[in-house]
């Protein structure tokens, strides 16, 4: 209702930026990633509502014009691959255009949040019995705990963990047992990656890992290696932190914005 | 039993080889793939047993052993990033060394069979209601028909596609559905691939697109662009065809070896 | 004025490009090039008023505001480098973020226009007395006279061409003599190339080159190897080709649409 | 005239090049560029008679065969791309043979006097009234103020800076202002660069910045970040610099060798 | 003979190369090397006879065989460029095969026994009356003497040096007089590279370099250049230290197991 | 004498250039390769004494200065490694600086002889009693028998070979059998590669193969892929050639320049 819309003061989206770089600096991406404001229709746009999604698709994107949000916030950048045009004939381009000719802002904190103290990996850790938790790549110079990954020391069986985790997920989850495993097999430490985790996780010693996607050929080099791997569809990793996020921004912002999760965002997969 | 064992005249490897690449030659296969004859422990090897089968696990290796088979056919290459050393630390090296050290000898064909007429590709298409069938990228110079992945044309839903493709790699199916598809959507066209087929169907304009596994950021793409994926984890979507390929060679050998599909050889993953 | 602004009923943007693909195909443009319709607002867009200038600065843009245009033709793609993101920050993304945010279609043909017939290098050529013309790089497949650059034969002294292509561009000459030649030299041969032709001229036999601008180390070697060299400044070697290519378009748009050429327009560089 | 010539009691070439480097070393140059003693006809060679140039074009080597020189000093480096064979076919490989064909030697400093206190550049920013000065990018381990370009603090109108300039170099200048620059902006900060000095200069937060060329391209980034250019012309960016050098070498060899100033020696661009 | 066969009690491979580890670690090892265990035919594997050789011929390997031996140790690696198959079609090959048919593992030091002290340049070495001797490229953090080549200070004439190397090796040796060099040249400084000292040798100011073969044109440099050459045959210079090496290695395993150096193994190469 | 020098009348290095290429044209020489007219001092120079050498060292350059030479002709480039200097701190830099500062011009003319028909290959087929021959590679477009290296007929036993070799070479040889091969063991095929024939022969299939050197483990690949290796030493698997050439070249020039073997070249290598 337009009486609702009319209570939030805004902000600059300036202080916007900056307090979502104060909670995670881009600084902290990676460098192949494309992270931060990536669209500024304006000079001194005024922020009043905002709309957090884990992928920014185009069922998002009516929402987001639906609510007349004035940024969105996106963990993947919808722009990775640069641009040499912006037409109407591939959906990242109408994305973006979409965004500008409605004078949307468009952030992306993606590795940046996967790092941070308090963020995507440290969402998903949750899901298991954390008696120890550290980052798999520790970040130099950076507050103890930053990084990439976690490697969590638990004390659970494997049947435990799937179950804690389709509970933290809200979702199914997919198993590829070690050659020795089985469901009672008690694990002592976890290695953990949002996303995609099969380069990240190379080589690392765990019990078990969890991730969202992963290829055949992986898998079978985890199995091979006294490693059991748990899947959780790659976005199904990840969005869930929005809803903590959300409350973090809220009390940063302290309520100048109206902050709402996407009813349109979720997984393209289901299993049938 | 002994008696069952001696009732198998047998063939030289060399003219396995040669019912091999006679049904699929190698020259088909991918520059970047290894396929063909990988292990040779001898010259002039006699084969009477052999052993098909998807992936060489160590489970699996542990099979051929026990079946005492003198040959294993594995559809996927157990050496694909070449070797500088062959030790006990890790499990392709292992299987390397147990096929010399038990005279075992190995053949992939791989990409070969993914090209040749009546192949895993042809093989994954009879999920669909073919009204019309041919190749996504034709081989120069080879017989009608041969080619990478396929392009079927057809006239049934979403739904009934699922149904059948269920019912035909005995597994269950990950639905991604285009932005305006449904079940009810009907088809006109399905891209195939076995396997990881992410970028051989880049860009192919099909209704619905079929193969193992898929990045979430390439199923989006897909989704955008008017196409529904539908995955059946990796191996699912390839194992299914070595039944008719036992027949096959069968037919080749007229009797002289005996074979058999492994017991130990699936996809690593379930879906909980 | 309100009234005129109402008089021109209009194309739609697909029509204008085609119109503007038909005179010079995009085909045509260099593969390092980035050509064709750049921004594309919305699907339908109607065009009504159309800007035509060589470079897309700032004051262009602000003019192109002004006179209310639906589209910019700009002969230089103001997106050349590709974008990774568009912001407030870098004019280059200034100028695109206003051309969507005010929902105005950007085309850039560039080096479409300098090797079709009738083009950017026919315009310029048009200094020499010509006696005889063709193309530097003729293209293979395509009408004759197209390719890149053009070489003239003539029979005129040096100081006559430098006063003919002075009154040409209306603008001032930069001359840098070959080791043996003065103003009373004859000439024979021209070697043609607008914009930056150092490196396409390379290496021709002529007895003067015009280009926009090259470097002195270039210019060096052709002085050393009995070539004059003639300087125009950049874009004064590519602008003066608006006014014939106005006349063009508005025939093949049969009146549709009202056409200005920048004022606003101008080489950066003046000689003091 | 013999008497004369025969008044310079020379010194051993072994010696110039000391002191050539002991005012700025090779090691200064860039890592991409080749300066230093070039030629070298024979051993111990004599050195009484020396020429200095900007560049090392036939007119001028003409100039040094007929002035008896034994050693000429060419700012530019007469080979630079590496030479594979020194025939007749090309002018810089008949440099070279004439050089050695009449045993003079050739000695290039470059990028060596660019970054040396008292080089070329702080001789290029005396035209401006400086207030301060540092090098762009300072040479590490370097005595201080030397470096790579030059940052001047002044206080003064662009108009003034013209001005000056013309008179420094004794040539015409090109202008090309900042969006929001004219005549009468008062300058604070003017970035140097002698020769071509568009990448260098790239991202120099500056009121001017003043080079011998540089491409449209960049002009129009310089003029849209709030910086007004000032061109010179390549060598006329450098030229001026000889006269000083000159005074500085007499010294260093305490007049035991004659030294010239090139008279054919020039930029080959003039506007007309 | 069986009980002469029997009389040794043998160790775990594992012991044993941690015993060739412990004189010379793989880490010294250069980068682009394949050195250490190369082939483990099975865990746990008992060694009791050892065959020591330079190069793993198949003449070698028949060799192994007949003398029933458990490890080779081949101071070349028999892997170098990397395998994709191993089958009876290549001599390399069919020697992998062979070891993993007969469980006989392999093992190769190469550049580490290079470097380390008391390895192959070190006996190399002792051709020369050494007054003094050091790495030519020392190793980071090794013991000192430790490195790549070696560096000798002595005093004789090249003739003397010729006579002892040969006797040294025990074979003939090439000689490449420098430019101003004969055979009573007195010689102070003498490079040192076992096998093929090409590109580690460049540039290493010397009277005399020794190695074991060179190309014509690096030869010819080095001969201008004041050092005259001296070739033993790429395998002529390295073998000798076999049997320095099979006292260290006995002494290692306290008698364990019984050793042999090859009598097969020998340098290509003769003169006629 | 300088009666006898005045009794050659000379020709204009052009024209002598002209019957060199006629002999052999330079485009047959390989990319990599820098041939034909390297050094030419002036314009219409005028040969009445030539050098032929296959190494221009630096004793050799002094013979031509005796000699009072115009010409060298080199068998191999003395500037192969492009020049960024010519000073007298490095041989090859002097050998230059001394063909210039002594109007000695130089032409080289490598690969281009080694294919050509009545070439250095040819020469050294030779050695054997040819029953057929055939280049290695034969060159598109050329004279039938053009092309690199030979591949010969015969039918004689290596020792028989290896004794005929040295006369024609006069010269010693290094022999390494194949595996399987003796003295007493017959030919058919005959591999030939002036020169370092490692790369080039690779994977020829011959009994025997000649080349002036090879490196140890491609002649351990030979050997152990069934071909015997003759070495003469890099440049006596090419010197020879000369004596065939004076003759042909005297014809050319019909006795117009006086022509020359020197003295002082020979292959570095002596065997002890």
Same mark, same amino acid.
């Given at each position: 209702?337009?009486?609702?819309?009319?209570?939030?003061?805004?902000?600059?989206?300036?202080?916007?930026?900056?307090?979502?770089?104060?909670?995670?600096?881009?600084?902290?991406?990676?460098?192949?990633?494309?992270?931060?404001?990536?669209?500024?229709?304006?000079?001194?746009k005024?922020?009043?509502?905002?709309l957090l999604?884990?992928?920014?698709?185009?069922?998002?994107?009516?929402?987001?014009?639906?609510?007349?949000?004035?940024?969105i916030?996106?963990?993947?950048?919808?722009?990775?691959?640069?641009?040499?045009?912006?037409?109407?004939s591939?959906?990242?381009?109408?994305?973006?255009?979409?965004?500008?000719?409605?004078?949307?802002?468009?952030?992306?904190?993606?590795?940046?949040?996967?790092?941070?103290?308090?963020?995507?990996?440290?969402?998903?850790?949750?899901?298991v019995?954390?008696?120890?938790?550290?980052?798999?790549?520790?970040?130099?110079?950076?507050?103890?705990?930053?990084?990439?990954?976690?490697?969590?020391?638990?004390?659970?069986?494997i049947?435990?963990?799937?179950? +804690?985790?389709?509970?933290?997920? &809200?979702? $199914?989850? =997919?198993?590829?047992y070690?050659?020795? *495993?089985? @469901?009672? #097999?008690? !694990?002592?430490?976890?290695?953990?990656?949002?996303?995609?985790?099969?380069?990240?996780?190379?080589?690392?010693?765990? +019990?078990?890992?969890?991730?969202? &996607?992963m $290829?055949? =050929?992986?898998?079978?080099?985890?199995? *091979?290696? @006294?490693? #059991?791997? !748990?899947?959780?569809?790659?976005?199904?990793?990840?969005?869930g932190?929005?809803?903590?996020?959300?409350?973090?921004?809220?009390?940063?912002?302290?309520?100048?914005?109206?902050?709402?999760?996407?009813?349109?965002?979720?997984?393209?997969?289901? #299993?049938?």
């Amino acid at each position: 209702s337009l009486r609702k819309m009319a209570s939030f003061r805004g902000q600059k989206l300036e202080q916007v930026v900056q307090q979502l770089e104060g909670f995670a600096p881009i600084s902290l991406a990676e460098k192949w990633d494309n992270v931060g404001l990536l669209i500024e229709p304006t000079s001194n746009k005024l922020v009043q509502r905002i709309l957090l999604t884990n992928d920014l698709t185009e069922p998002v994107m009516g929402e987001a014009l639906d609510k007349k949000v004035d940024l969105i916030i996106s963990y993947h950048p919808p722009i990775f691959r640069p641009l040499t045009r912006i037409t109407q004939s591939n959906w990242k381009e109408r994305v973006v255009a979409s965004c500008l000719l409605n004078s949307v802002a468009l952030y992306s904190p993606h590795t940046a949040w996967d790092k941070v103290v308090g963020g995507v990996n440290d969402w998903l850790s949750k899901a298991v019995d954390i008696k120890g938790i550290k980052p798999l790549v520790p970040e130099a110079g950076a507050e103890p705990g930053t990084g990439s990954g976690r490697l969590v020391d638990t004390n659970m069986s494997i049947a435990q963990l799937v179950q +804690d985790l389709q509970k933290h997920i &809200e979702q $199914s989850v =997919h198993v590829a047992y070690a050659v020795e *495993h089985h @469901g009672n #097999t008690q !694990l002592r430490t976890v290695g953990i990656c949002a996303g995609s985790g099969g380069s990240l996780l190379r080589g690392v010693q765990a +019990d078990v890992v969890i991730t969202g &996607e992963m $290829s055949h =050929h992986e898998i079978l080099d985890f199995n *091979h290696n @006294g490693t #059991t791997v !748990l899947l959780c569809n790659h976005s199904n990793s990840e969005r869930g932190y929005l809803k903590e996020f959300k409350t973090l921004l809220s009390d940063r912002l302290e309520g100048a914005c109206e902050l709402f999760i996407s009813e349109k965002d979720k997984d393209p997969l289901q #299993t049938l």
